[in-house]
Nanobody, 125 residues
Framework: QVQLVESGGGSVQTGGSLRLSCEVS????????MGWFRQAPGKEREGVAF????????WYDPSVKGRFTISQDNAKNMLYLQMNSLKPEDTAMYYC??????????????????WGQGTQVTVSS
């Protein structure tokens, strides 16, 4: 089992920055992908940013590319999402996720087996 705990959400104004953190514990050695999803009220959960565990590849949703950066510190078992130039449309609950499976789109929620409880990000105009 893998446990994921997010932190770092909050309320900021347009143009502000936040850094989300995800603490990873449990049997994480065989994880292939980790990343961040978000879900706004009344909308489907969408993939934001992902990182391959065995390579340096990353993937970003076009709406956040150039503003968000995903990174990890394997020594500390931490995953991060640095969010800059935040916009009101970034307002959502943000979830950390991990999977041992492959064969689907890295940004598809159905590929992921392990989820954190979520951390709220609110951007006001």
């Amino acid at each position: 089992q893998v446990q994921l705990v997010e932190s770092g959400g909050g309320s900021v104004q347009t143009g502000g920055s936040l850094r989300l953190s995800c603490e990873v514990s449990g049997y994480s050695y065989s994880i292939l992908y980790m990343g961040w999803f978000r879900q706004a009220p009344g909308k489907e959960r969408e993939g934001v940013a992902f990182i391959w565990q065995r390579r340096t590849n990353t993937w970003y949703d076009p709406s956040v590319k150039g503003r968000f950066t995903i990174s990890q510190d394997n020594a500390k078992n931490m995953l991060y999402l640095q969010m800059n130039s935040l916009k009101p449309e970034d307002t959502a609950m943000y979830y950390c996720a991990a999977t041992r499976r492959s064969g689907g789109a890295v940004y598809a929620p159905s590929l992921y087996d392990y989820w954190g409880q979520g951390t709220q990000v609110t951007v006001s105009s």
